[in-house]
C-alpha cells in the first residue's frame, strides 16, 4: 500500500514546492532562479510557507482559496484522520 502513496505524495510535494516559487516571483518580484532555493526554505516554515504557497496558488494559477487551502491542508487533514482512525480499531 504503501508503494501506491509515494507517488501521490511527491505530486503533491512538487505542486506545494511551485506554489511557492509562483508566490514568490508573483507577490515579491524574485528572478525565478532565486525563488527556487528560498521557496525551498519558506516551504520548511510552517505559518508563512504555507499560507506563500495557497496565495501562489489562488492568484498565480487561478485557484479558487478554498482548492488552494486544501492543497497545503488536506494532506494534513487526511494524514490526521487516517491516524486516528487505525488508534480506534486498533
Known amino acids: 500500500m504503501q508503494f501506491l ?4 505524495v511527491i505530486i ?3 505542486m506545494q514546492i511551485f506554489a511557492t516559487v509562483d508566490a514568490l516571483i508573483h507577490l515579491v518580484g524574485l528572478p525565478g532562479l532565486l525563488a527556487y532555493p528560498l521557496a525551498l ?3 520548511w516554515t510552517p505559518i508563512i510557507g504555507t ?3 495557497v496565495a501562489g496558488a489562488a492568484l498565480v494559477w487561478d485557484w479558487g482559496w478554498l482548492n488552494a ?3 497545503f491542508i488536506g494532506p494534513w487533514l487526511a494524514t490526521v484522520i487516517i ?3 487505525a488508534t480506534i480499531l486498533d
Open 41 to 43: 526554505l519558506v516551504g
Open 69 to 71: 487551502s486544501l492543497l
Open 83 to 85: 491516524s486516528f482512525v
Open 5 to 8: 502513496m509515494l507517488p501521490v
Open 51 to 53: 499560507a506563500a504557497g
Open 12 to 14: 503533491i510535494g512538487l
